[in-house]
């Protein structure tokens, strides 16, 4: 009777540790998808946010390319003149 006993005693040990790794493991995984969830979000306000900076810098870049072109020319015309002059 001993033997038995014993066994009904350690399966009630086994299956409530079991039920709490079980617990633990459900818990565990809502905070994993809670947390993807955020981290998906994280990743799209960045990525407006590195939108709007892309689109920003491609404005600035539509009006300092020609500025840029301006100035070197500008320069040659400078240096030419000056040349001529001489």
Excluded at 1 to 10: F, H, K, T, Y
Excluded at 21 to 49: D, M, P, W
Excluded at 56 to 65: C, W
């Amino acid at each position: 009777m001993e033997i038995q006993n014993a066994s009904e005693i350690l399966l009630i040990i086994v299956s409530s540790v079991l039920s709490i790794f079980l617990i633990v493991g459900i818990l565990l995984g809502i905070y994993l998808v809670k947390l993807t969830s955020e981290i998906r979000n994280l990743a799209k306000s960045a990525q407006g946010a590195v939108d709007h900076i892309d689109t920003a810098i491609k404005g600035v870049s539509k009006f300092t390319s020609p500025l840029v072109v301006a100035n070197i020319i500008a320069k040659y015309i400078k240096k030419v003149t000056k040349k001529g002059k001489k």
